[in-house]
T-cell receptor, first 118, second 114 residues
């Protein structure tokens, strides 16, 4: 079954730790995104990728970094976590049909990772 | 610049009554509009979209949305609300200026009371 996965679902860590949030999708989508969302609040785009070896910063400044070595995998890394990083992180992907562009397609979201930094 | 606004932080409705969640947009060019729903501790789920064609768009779970170009609105509707519809609803517009990005509204929390 085609889907998008995020691990871990919940993470509680101490300040200064390095963490990687995993995101994988089995749909072969080229476009992938990371959003930061405080519970029940709006989404803020922090990173996105057009495809393999392509990454861009989003609208919200973030101290995190991403990589895209494989189509299906788009991990997000925090080198040194701080309490201000406490939030929910949502990964999403989108299909682009060759010749049709991206305009019409919806995004598929993972279940999210709830990060708490103590 | 593309933008989308959801004027209500919260909407309360009784079960069985019709519901409306409002959304207005501002775009340059043709609008490509979406509605998503988020249940507690979950990611967003796609409900429906307007690309072109009929102004009334039907989507998942009995939801529909009405596109109104003159009022630049894309309100989400359902004829008869269920308690299980209680969730956070996001309106979104595709950013056609580049970057394959989607611009989301701030969200509207829907409470359906039994």
């Amino acid at each position: 079954e085609a889907d998008i996965y995020q691990t871990p679902r919940y993470l509680v860590i101490g300040t200064g730790k390095k963490i990687t949030l995993e995101c994988s999708q089995t749909m072969g989508h080229d476009k992938m995104y990371w959003y930061q969302q405080d519970p029940g609040m709006e989404l803020h785009l922090i990173h996105y990728s057009y495809g393999v070896n392509s990454t861009e910063k989003g609208d919200l400044s973030s101290e995190s970094t991403v990589s895209r070595i494989r189509t299906e995998h788009f991990p997000l890394t925090l080198e040194s976590a701080r309490p201000s990083h406490t939030s929910q992180y949502l990964c999403a992907s989108m299909n682009v049909v060759p010749g049709q562009g991206f305009t019409y397609n919806e995004q598929f979201f993972g279940p999210g990772t709830r990060l708490t930094v103590l | 610049a593309q933008s989308v606004a959801q004027p209500e932080d919260q909407v309360n409705v009784a079960e069985g009554n019709p519901l409306t969640v409002k959304c207005t947009y501002s775009v340059s060019g043709n609008p490509y509009l979406f509605w998503y729903v988020q249940y507690p501790n979950r990611g967003l789920q796609f409900l429906l979209k307007y690309i072109t064609g009929d102004n009334l768009v039907k989507g998942s779970y009995g939801f529909e949305a009405e596109f109104n170009k003159s009022q630049t609105s894309f309100h989400l509707k359902k004829p008869s609300a269920l308690v299980s519809d209680s969730a956070l609803y996001f309106c979104a517009v595709r950013d056609i200026t580049g970057g394959f990005k989607t611009i989301f509204g701030a969200g509207t929390r829907l409470f359906v009371k039994a």
